[in-house]
């Protein structure tokens, strides 16, 4: 979520089993977002569709 609000992240992860990651330089993601389309609204339909799970359960 930092991403989005253009804050620090809040949270730290910690994984208990083997885990494979992706990551890009917060700049790098931007461009490439403001470039493709299809990609952002990918990525925001998945990241509404988890906040809205999230807010059934409180």
Known sequence: MGF??????????????PTRTVSWRDDVLRKLLATNVELRAALQQVVGEDLVVKMKRT
Request: net charge neutral; charged share 30%; proline share 7%.
């Open 4 to 17: 989005f609000t253009k804050r620090a992240p809040s949270a730290d992860v910690i994984a208990m089993e």
